[in-house]
C-alpha cells in the first residue's frame, strides 16, 4: 500500500529543496566573486597550490568576501529569508539579533552529490587569516557529512578500475587534475559504514591512500576494520616520506604529485598493497627482527593477524610471508594463529 505523504514530509521536501537552491545560488555568487577584483587573494591562493583555472571552473571553487554579510545581503536580494540561509548552514546568527555569513575570507569548495545538487560547502582559511583552518556546512537537512563523499559525482564515471579515497579536498582536486578521475574524500570525518555502502554502488575495488602519518596510519587502520567485512577488495598506498633539507618528513597526495609527478603516483597505485600485506607490513615495521626476542614477540603479534583470516588458503600464504621476514617457519606461525 501506497503510505500518503504527511504534511510534515511535504514541508521537509520544500525545506531541503529551498536549501538546496540558496546552496546553488551561493555556489555561483561565490565562483563568480573568485573571478573578480576581491577574488584576488584567492586566484592567488590557488596558483600557489598549482591549482589551475580550468580546475577551479571544473570543481566550481569560489571565494568568500572578507566582509559580515556579502552573501547573506546578495540571497536576501534573491528572495531568500535570513531563516532560510541560516536553516541551509549559509549564514549564522549573531548575540545581537543581526545575521551573518558562515564563511568569510575564504576558499570556497562546493560539496556536489551525485545527482549533482550542491549539498554545502567545505572551505580553507586563506594565509594570515585567523580562524579554523578547514569549515564546512553545519549538519543541515541537506549536508550529511556521513552521506557525503567529495567529487564521487565525478568518480562515479570514471574508467579506472578502482576508486582512490584520500583524506583532502585539496589531494581531490590536485589529483583529478593530474589525470586520476577516480579520487574521492570523506568530508573530513573517518570513513563509516554508511560511506562503504555508499562507494560500494560504484566501486569492487578501493584503494586508501591516507598521509604516512601516526594519524594517516590510525585512519587506515580504522577503515581497514570497517572494510573488513565488505564485499570490497582493498589495498592500501602508502606515500613515501620526502626528504627535506636531510630530514624525512611526511607528503600527503597533493606534495606526492607536485614533487614526484604523475608517472610515479601511477606506479604507487599499481603497486599498492593489499589490506593483509599493509597491516603485516605495519606490524613488521614495530620490531627489530635481528632479535630473538623481537622475533618472537613479531610472530605473536602477526599470528594474532593471522587468525582473523577466514580462508585457510590466505592463512598459508600469509604464514609463508611472515615466515621469509623473521626467519620463523610457516608452521610455527600457523600453529601461533590456530591458538591466537
Not at 543581526?98 to 554545502?120: S, T
Not at 541537506?142 to 564521487?152: D, P, Q, T, V
Request: glycine residues 8%.
Amino acid at each position: 500500500l501506497e503510505v500518503p505523504d504527511t504534511g510534515a514530509d511535504d514541508a521537509g521536501r520544500k525545506k531541503r529543496a529551498r536549501a538546496l537552491a540558496a546552496n546553488r545560488d551561493a555556489a555561483r555568487f561565490y565562483h563568480d566573486y573568485l573571478k573578480g577584483p576581491g577574488g584576488a587573494r584567492v586566484r592567488d591562493y590557488l596558483a600557489q597550490r598549482q591549482i589551475a583555472p580550468r580546475t577551479a571552473t571544473r570543481f566550481g571553487l569560489g571565494a568568500a568576501p572578507e566582509q559580515w554579510d556579502a552573501l547573506t545581503r546578495a540571497l536576501t536580494a534573491k528572495g531568500y529569508s535570513k531563516m532560510e540561509l541560516i536553516d541551509a548552514g549559509l549564514a549564522v546568527a549573531g548575540k545581537n539579533g543581526g545575521v551573518y555569513d558562515k564563511f568569510r575570507a575564504r576558499l570556497m569548495l562546493p560539496v556536489i552529490d551525485v545527482r549533482g545538487e550542491v549539498a554545502g560547502f567545505t572551505s580553507r582559511i586563506l594565509p594570515g587569516e585567523e580562524g579554523a583552518k578547514y569549515l564546512n556546512t553545519p549538519e543541515t537537512i541537506a549536508f550529511k557529512k556521513g552521506r557525503l563523499i567529495y567529487a564521487l559525482n565525478f568518480a562515479k564515471s570514471t574508467k579506472r578500475p578502482n576508486l582512490v579515497l584520500v583524506e583532502g579536498n585539496i589531494d581531490v582536486i590536485t589529483l583529478h587534475q593530474a589525470g586520476f578521475d577516480n579520487v574521492v574524500a570523506t568530508m573530513g570525518t573517518a570513513l563509516t559504514e554508511e560511506h562503504a555502502r555508499i562507494l560500494a554502488r560504484y566501486t569492487k575495488e578501493l584503494v586508501l591512500c591516507y598521509d604516512n602519518d601516526n594519524a594517516g596510519k590510525i585512519a587506515t587502520e580504522r577503515a581497514l576494520q570497517i572494510l573488513d567485512q565488505s564485499e570490497f577488495s582493498v589495498k592500501v598506498l602508502q606515500l613515501p616520506r620526502r626528504l627535506v633539507d636531510g630530514e624525512s618528513v611526511k607528503q600527503d597526495a597533493d606534495d606526492f604529485i607536485k614533487f614526484q609527478g604523475p608517472d610515479a603516483f601511477e606506479r604507487l597505485l599499481s603497486g599498492s598493497e593489499n589490506g593483509v600485506e599493509y597491516r603485516m607490513a605495519v606490524i613488521a615495521s614495530k620490531y627489530n627482527l635481528s632479535s630473538d626476542t623481537q622475533k618472537v614477540a613479531y610472530s605473536r603479534d602477526v599470528s594474532t593477524l593471522l587468525s582473523t583470516l577466514e580462508n585457510p588458503v590466505e592463512r598459508e600464504v600469509y604464514a609463508n610471508r611472515a615466515a621469509e621476514i623473521c626467519g620463523i617457519s610457516a608452521q610455527a606461525i600457523l600453529s601461533e594463529a590456530r591458538h591466537a
